[in-house]
């Protein structure tokens, strides 16, 4: 799968294979996240425009549900009759409205309300048809894909990217996804920052995706518990609620380590790294009922995950979500810069791990400016067999060209080292 992109985020323009093994490497602030952040939105607006579609019918019609029951409540007398059908009122309001069942009680309900009529004033009987109408309006209009997928699609990209999404001082941006010669997805941004598609989208094989930025995630379950992304959010402003805001990645994975995956689309099979990882980290990391946080077990003590080094949360992520269900060959797995919390000796340990769920299928993308993390990426790539091409690009001057860079990216990386080199040329020449 080969993503494409033009003018987004920090990127001028980018052209990469998404293989099982993607590594992006590079200096800070030249756009190596901004690849992750596009790929997480755009999957997870593809497989949630269908929740968001439903969510908003139901909205629809829920308002003018109420707005029914307030004329019915205000025109009738409290009988035993009318009794039963402010209960059905309620019944109709928590029912599916997509459902079969929905349909059914909600035309046993008109078809009492028309027996109560003579009770109806003609201005308020005139109101109560045309919201009757509406409601059947609104349940006879087929679905538009296209502008449900373009509001999903909104809507991540504005709670990931916080409105940010073109580059800065320009008008118009691209992002398209091919598989060979096809092209399964392709929209334009504009400048005002709303997303329009092109065309239809194709299916695409990934249908989900995780974005791995820092483990400190697992220090801020008092605070995250209670927050929303701004693709979650309703109506109301957030701030008025007091609702703490986060990121939709981050929302995402932190959803991801303290709930199990109970739909049944994504199953482990033969992909268990939890064995590995308990015997690198002597323990493992789990989610307390009981005490509603993260735990490290450890010689059968059980520590709070706060008083655990950064490293050994690095390693706990990838347990909680393999345990849970979330690392399989239908999902893609991002990690941003994951050298930044573990030693050196770690970082070649995290490697080998990531390497080997690339070559059971899973999809890997990593932004990197770590030589260590690279080098073994490199290295364990060449002894387990994956089966796409290993992809190593370098991200420069805000532009990734789809090229094998592996080169001159430890030239880039080495410059430190020819720093201290200099450093000791000038200290012997002083001697």
């Not at 073109?166 to 997805?185: A, D, P, Q, S, W």
């Not at 080094?309 to 979330?326: E, H, R, T, V």
């Not at 050298?339 to 990531?354: D, G, R, V, Y």
């Amino acid at each position: 799968m080969k993503l494409v992109l033009e003018n987004i985020g920090l990127l001028q323009k980018a052209e990469i294979d998404l293989n099982h093994l993607t590594v992006i490497a590079g200096e800070n602030d030249n756009g190596k996240s901004t690849i992750g952040k596009v790929i997480f939105c755009v999957i997870k607006a593809m497989s949630r425009y269908r929740e968001d579609l439903q969510e908003s019918k139901e909205y629809k019609i829920n308002e003018k549900l109420e707005r029914l029951f307030f004329i019915f409540r205000r025109v009738l007398s409290a009988s035993s009759t009318n009794v039963d059908l402010v209960q059905q009122f309620q019944k109709l309001m928590n029912t599916n409205k997509s459902s079969s069942s929905f349909l059914q009680l909600f035309d046993e309900l008109l078809s009492q309300l028309e027996e109560q009529a003579k009770d109806f004033e003609s201005e308020e009987w005139s109101k109560f048809k045309a919201i009757q109408n509406d409601i059947k309006q609104i349940l006879d209009t087929p679905e538009n894909k296209i502008h449900s997928i373009e509001r999903a699609l909104n809507k991540a990209f504005s709670a990931e990217f916080d409105r940010n999404i073109l580059r800065t001082h320009h008008h118009k941006g691209f992002i398209k996804i091919y598989e060979n010669e096809l092209v399964l997805f392709e929209l334009e941004v504009q400048k005002d920052d709303q997303i329009k598609l092109l065309r239809e989208p194709e299916a695409i094989e990934i249908k989900d995706v995780t974005f791995i930025e820092t483990p400190l995630i697992l220090n801020y379950y008092d605070l995250l518990i209670r927050s929303q992304s701004g693709f979650d959010a309703k109506k109301r402003s957030l701030s008025r609620l007091g609702i703490p805001y986060t990121t939709l990645h981050t929302k995402d994975l932190f959803d991801k380590l303290k709930e199990r995956n109970i739909l049944g689309e994504f199953t482990l099979d033969d992909i268990n790294i939890n064995p590995q990882i308990e015997e690198i980290i002597e323990g493992n990391i789990s989610y307390d009922n009981e005490k509603q946080d993260f735990i490290f077990i450890k010689d059968e003590e059980r520590i709070s995950i706060k008083n655990t080094a950064s490293g050994i949360k690095s390693f706990g992520l990838l347990q909680l979500l393999a345990s849970n269900g979330f690392i399989n060959k239908n999902a893609m797995l991002v990690f941003d810069e994951p050298e930044n919390h573990l030693h050196p000796k770690w970082q070649l340990k995290f490697a080998e791990i990531l390497v080997q769920l690339a070559s059971q299928g899973v999809h890997i993308l990593i932004s990197s400016h770590s030589p260590y993390m690279i080098e073994a990426l490199k290295r364990y790539s060449e002894r387990f067999e994956i089966e796409t091409e290993p992809r190593f690009y370098l991200a420069k001057d805000k532009i990734i060209d789809n090229e094998n860079r592996l080169s001159e990216i430890f030239e880039a990386l080495s410059e430190p080292f020819a720093i201290f080199r200099g450093m000791d040329a000038e200290e012997l020449k002083g001697e």
